[in-house]
């Protein structure tokens, strides 16, 4: 049975050392200072919300402009009157979703009607009118566009969507046509006057006034509200860090729950082969507006150890400051920021939140650690050497045994020391992405197989052609006038025209075509006589000469030679034949630029799909490399801040070099840069949209149309990205819009998208004054607010004009308190005493300073677990004791009871 029970007597565990340690910290900003730096991060921002109120009081006046007319066609432009404008009275709004609504508000007047005035506005005849025209056509031209764009973009789903919602709009206009009639004729025209007119606000000049006092402010902090912003805002450059270590002892072990059951029988051996899988679970928290748990499982085997756990847990947890040193690195939380400059009153708050964040993670982690580890027990008759446990159970009895295998399991004593306090500085970098390089992506994508395309051939119609003929008709009338004939000459006979050239047929038949005289012989003839002809079919044409109104009478015979030119046109057959070429060439050119269409787009598809593939599998760079990177950013932003912007940006010389050596260190002497932290700003605090998935030129919505599958609600997102069935998991962020370095990890992407990274240095031990003397320089954080009174308990006034022998207490002698009791809590952590303390016999105490005790005299129990408050620096102030498993089984025989089915 198994009887596993909480060790309440510790005392057997004393002197037993640690295994392992981990620093941590707790860091508590400070209010009062009124910081330079903080003043001139919030300039730009008090200038900016200055222009929103100018433009929030100009929004409640009205202006008077007469008849002001811009002409963007001419470029002209006048204007008859600009008067002083007026606080706004009621005024016409439009209902942005009906149009009926808005053409009938285009004709209503400033002043509101007053009651039956509202019929004139607001009738049956009108409210028809406006439905058959404008509401009509804006809806048919609204459906076509909306139609139009979606057959573009070819979003076959949507049309069903569309055709839905423009019935119900118009349907909905029709409904309210006749809700305004009711209205109407029940002579509700209180409710008229609200659906097209609004009031100015009921207290208009109160509110103007409020915002002219807002305007009249110079100074960003002269609107802080003490009762409502002073737990909300921290504006003084100094802070405390406590920090603490946190011991492993090994205390004791024992033999947890059953994990498997064996019976043997009589005689019987059997040999059991433990497969131990081992995988190993990371939980890393993120926590930002909500708490954030993600799990990533891999099959590698790792330690399964709480101190190593817990180290890994603060390496990871985006709530800690972020410091790197060649001594150590210790992780510190954040604690909330107070007014108080008591250093007990700050370490008390430390102890407790310590005791709270460290019990809850070595609590949360060796939870973790109880499902590493997974045991199959396999009985079987042969005996299989693998590289897992064997064991060989062999029953050499009469009776029949049972054994139970039970897990090993630890258990673990953790003591959390009080190690020392530190004087910080804090201020702000905003915007520290900027500063990082991006890393690009070099892949040369395939271009597309493309066919090539053939030169279209335009073949032109052939031009007419012009063919000459003669012929000879002759004059052998009697000596009666004759006249011209209908077709105005008078016809001596019909001459046969040349054949057409192959392709071609006579054009305009039955027209008239210029005729001359080639030659004329004849009895008493001379001269030249004009000739016309027409066409009268396409092989001959009928000439003669062209009489004058009188007629002419000659009664000798005259013989005519005459000629003349008609046009010959592509026959339509002809001209058939070239159109069917021509189409033909413009259809295998239009294939194939169709063809080079599809295939450079699924070129650009596929290179797109590499791209993703490949940049979701790139592996981050190392933890440590990253947050170098990011520490350098912020150290330059720190040391330019120290050194002044134009010493840090001296150019290159041997005199200016000597410069920056002696300023080096000088600042290393009074700040412990190497152990700076900084605190990433959650994204939330100023959100933003930095960048897209950017997969080559021309990318665009309408390429993709074809080749996605949206699982989601078929909206064109500003922050949808792309992935593909062989991407990797995209990472965090993508869903926000977030700009991703593609080897970076999470903490990464965290501080390039960071508004703002708080950073925290600490002061040297000894070196507290000459810190707070530096900082109070001009450039850095200057003086303002340190004359003020200082506000604290009746006591602890007194003692500080006790210590330092003034009347006043103000934040000056606060802070200079402060330093004098820092600077004396590090001077007790040199001197060497003998502990533990609470020990009698001297023979059990060993000599040590106070941070390095643990170390000597091991495990001390700690007496009621916690104690916030210490009498002494440097105590043990909490303990506890976690339980963990291990991978070892241990087999128990064990009996039970064949009646009652219960262990004996």
């Not at 910290?25 to 910081?35: A, E, F, K, L, N």
């Not at 009153?345 to 109880?370: F, G, P, V, W």
């Not at 897990?407 to 915007?431: A, H, I, P, S």
């Not at 119609?461 to 063919?467: E, I, Q």
Request: with cysteine; aromatic share 10%; glycine share 6%.
């Amino acid at each position: 049975m198994t009887t596993n029970k909480r060790i309440t007597d510790l005392t057997d565990y004393t002197s037993v050392l640690p295994y392992a340690s981990e620093m941590f910290g707790v860091y508590q900003p400070m209010i009062g200072w009124r910081s330079a730096r903080q003043k001139d991060r919030l300039r730009p921002g008090f200038d900016e919300a200055m222009d929103g109120l100018l433009y929030s009081l100009s929004k409640r006046y009205v202006g008077d402009v007469a008849n002001a007319r811009f002409d963007t066609r001419e470029c002209d432009a006048s204007i008859d009157r600009i008067g002083i404008g007026h606080l706004l009275g009621p005024r016409i709004v439009t209902d942005g979703s009906s149009r009926l609504l808005a053409s009938i508000a285009t004709t209503l007047p400033t002043t509101p009607p007053v009651d039956e005035e509202w019929r004139r506005y607001v009738n049956e005849d009108q409210i028809q009118s406006l439905l058959d025209t404008t509401v009509k056509e804006f809806y048919l031209e609204d459906f076509r566009r909306q139609c139009s764009d979606l057959h573009q973009r070819e979003r076959m789903p949507a049309f069903a969507e569309l055709e839905r919602t423009q019935f119900a709009r118009v349907e909905r206009e029709s409904a309210l046509g006749a809700s305004l009639l009711n209205l109407l004729e029940t002579k509700n025209f209180s409710l008229l006057y609200k659906m097209f007119y609004v009031d100015p606000d009921v207290n208009e000049q109160a509110v103007t006034d409020a915002i002219i006092a807002q305007l009249n402010a110079d100074d960003p902090f002269a609107t802080f509200d003490p009762n409502r912003d002073i737990s909300n805002v921290n504006l003084s450059p100094l802070g405390i860090v406590h920090l603490f270590r946190q011991f492993f002892f090994e205390l004791d072990s024992f033999l947890g729950t059953p994990v498997e059951h064996v019976w043997l029988s009589p005689g019987s051996l059997v040999e059991l082969i433990e497969i131990s899988t081992r995988r190993s679970y990371t939980e890393q928290i993120i926590e930002q507006s909500t708490e954030t748990t993600k799990r990533t499982e891999d099959s590698s085997t790792d330690r399964d150890e709480l101190s190593e756990a817990v180290k890994t847990d603060n390496k990871n947890d985006l709530k800690l400051g972020a410091s790197l040193t060649v001594n150590q690195s210790w992780g510190s939380g954040n604690a909330t920021a107070t007014g108080s400059m008591n250093l007990e009153t700050t370490q008390d708050t430390a102890r407790e939140n310590t005791h709270k964040r460290m019990r809850e993670q070595s609590s949360k982690l060796s939870s973790e650690i109880k499902q590493n580890y997974k045991s199959t027990f396999k009985t079987i008759n042969e005996t299989i050497d693998t590289s897992s446990k064997r064991y060989v159970l062999n029953n050499t009895t009469d009776l029949l045994v049972n054994y139970e295998l039970r897990r090993k399991m630890r258990q673990v004593g953790v003591q959390v020391q009080d190690v020392g306090t530190y004087l910080c500085w804090e201020t702000f970098v905003d915007e520290p992405g900027n500063d990082l390089g991006l890393a690009n992506l070099v892949n040369i994508a395939k271009p597309a197989d493309l066919t090539p395309v053939p030169a279209q051939s335009n073949q032109q119609y052939p031009p007419d052609k012009s063919v000459s003929f003669t012929g000879g008709v002759s004059w052998t009338f009697d000596n009666t006038r004759r006249f011209n004939g209908a077709d105005g000459f008078l016809p001596l006979g019909a001459i046969a025209l040349p054949p057409a050239p192959d392709g071609y047929e006579l054009k305009y038949p039955g027209s008239m075509v210029d005729v001359v005289q080639v030659s004329g012989t004849g009895e008493d003839f001379a001269g030249a006589w004009a000739f016309k002809g027409r066409l009268v079919d396409a092989a001959n044409v009928q000439v003669g000469p062209f009489i004058g109104p009188g007629g002419m009478k000659w009664d000798e015979r005259i013989d005519f030679v005459v000629g003349g030119v008609v046009a010959f046109t592509p026959t339509a057959a002809t001209k058939s034949a070239i159109d069917a070429a021509n189409s033909k060439s413009a259809e295998v050119v239009t294939a194939a630029n169709l063809a080079n269409a599809r295939k450079t787009q699924q070129a650009f598809v596929d290179a797109a799909k590499v791209r993703i593939e490949a940049a979701s599998g790139i592996n981050t760079r190392k933890y440590e490399d990253l947050r170098e990177e990011e520490r350098i950013i912020v150290y330059r932003r720190l040391i330019s801040a120290l050194m002044t912007t134009a010493t840090y940006h001296l150019p290159e010389s041997t005199t200016n070099d000597h410069t920056r050596h002696v300023i080096s260190e000088l600042l290393n002497s009074i700040f412990d840069i190497d152990k700076m932290l900084y605190f990433v700003a959650p994204e939330w605090w100023k959100p933003r949209l930095h960048s897209h998935q950017y997969l080559a030129q021309g990318s665009n919505e309408a390429i993709f149309d074809s080749n996605v599958t949206n699982w989601a609600d078929n909206q064109s997102r500003p922050d949808n990205y792309y992935i593909t069935e062989k991407s990797q998991f995209a990472r965090m962020g993508s869903s926000l819009g977030w700009l991703l370095e593609l080897d970076g990890d999470d903490l990464r992407n965290a501080f390039l998208n960071a508004p703002w990274v708080k950073a925290v240095i600490p002061v040297r031990p000894g070196k507290e004054l000459e810190a707070t003397n530096w900082l109070q320089q001009v450039h850095v954080e200057g003086t303002e607010g340190l004359d003020g009174l200082y506000q604290a308990p009746a006591a602890e006034l007194a003692e500080i004009r006790a210590v330092l022998g003034v009347a006043d207490v103000t934040l000056a002698d606060a802070i200079k308190y402060l330093c004098a009791k820092v600077a004396e809590k590090h001077q007790e952590s040199l001197q060497v005493g003998r502990y533990p303390a609470e020990e009698i016999n001297d023979d059990n105490r060993v000599s040590a300073t106070p941070v390095d005790k643990v170390y000597e005299h091991g495990f001390y129990p700690l007496q009621g677990g916690f104690r916030a408050v210490t009498s002494q620096p440097y105590e043990v102030f909490d303990q506890w004791i976690e339980v963990l498993p291990t991978d070892q089984v241990v087999p128990v025989e064990v009996k039970y009871d064949a009646k009652t089915g219960r262990q004996k």
